[in-house]
């Protein structure tokens, strides 16, 4: 199946800093990301809709500033928390999408974010 | 409002002991039915696509069945590499690009 490969897995930072995920697919050209934060015990949540070359698509509560999105390219797309406080450790999980809609996703590995 | 419902919340086998997980499901208009297997610290990984009522899929010891309003997933004769959770989704009825999860089904089998 398809490949999508998210890095760091793990990151900690301290309270303030940035801290950027990347989120690339390696053997298909992805036009459509989709960034979900996942709390234990809870459903996906689907944070934004990254399209290449446009600006990302956020869901309603999402802060836009404080979670950048760039999809600078059709293989890789990223995700920043900016002044990262201890409310946003959480998993965040990239998918990519084939065919640019939602359903047969294929999902990163995630990245467990702590910070202190 | 759309909306997933999976049950039960958590299911322990021994192996080899059959079972289903349902995923109750209202949305108007369903354009897809999805499920996935996540296992911990991890991605979830795609299993199963159904779109109307009777689909059925099938992959190794799982199979997906689908009707107007629940799908399930059937587990024959479980191993304990099939333990994960199990997760539902629906494509948004509104929005192509969106799917509504479901909490997910927790499955242990036991050897």
């Known amino acids: 199946g398809a490949v999508v490969s998210q890095h760091p897995s793990r990151v900690i930072c301290k309270s303030g800093t940035s801290v950027k995920i990347e989120c690339r697919s390696l053997?298909?050209?992805?036009?459509?990301m989709f960034w979900y934060r996942q709390f234990p015990k809870q459903s996906l949540m689907l944070m934004a809709t990254s399209n290449e070359g446009s600006k990302a698509t956020y869901e309603q509560g999402v802060e836009k500033d404080k979670f950048l999105i760039n999809h600078a390219s059709l293989t890789l797309s990223t995700l920043t928390v900016t002044s990262a406080h201890p409310e946003d450790s959480s998993f965040y999980i990239c998918?990519?999408?084939?065919?640019?809609?939602?359903?047969?996703?294929?999902f990163g590995e995630g990245s467990r974010l702590t910070v202190l | 409002e759309d909306q997933v419902t999976q049950s039960p919340e958590a299911l322990r086998l021994q192996e080899g002991e059959s079972s289903s997980l349902n995923c109750s499901y209202t949305v108007s208009g369903l354009r897809g039915l999805f499920w996935y297997r996540q296992d911990p610290g991890k991605g979830p990984e795609f299993l199963f696509t159904l779109y109307s009522a009777g689909e059925e899929k099938e992959k190794e010891r799982l199979k997906a069945t689908l009707t107007k309003k629940e799908s399930f997933l059937h587990i024959t004769a479980p191993k304990p590499e099939d333990s994960a959770t199990y997760l539902c989704?629906?494509?948004?009825?509104?929005?192509?690009?969106?799917?509504?999860w479901g909490l997910g089904t927790s499955l242990a089998v036991n050897p």
């Open positions: 998918s990519a999408s084939p065919t640019g809609f939602a359903g047969e996703l294929f």
């Open positions: 989704a629906v494509r948004d009825a509104g929005n192509n690009r969106k799917l509504i």
């Open positions: 053997d298909f050209q992805a036009t459509t």
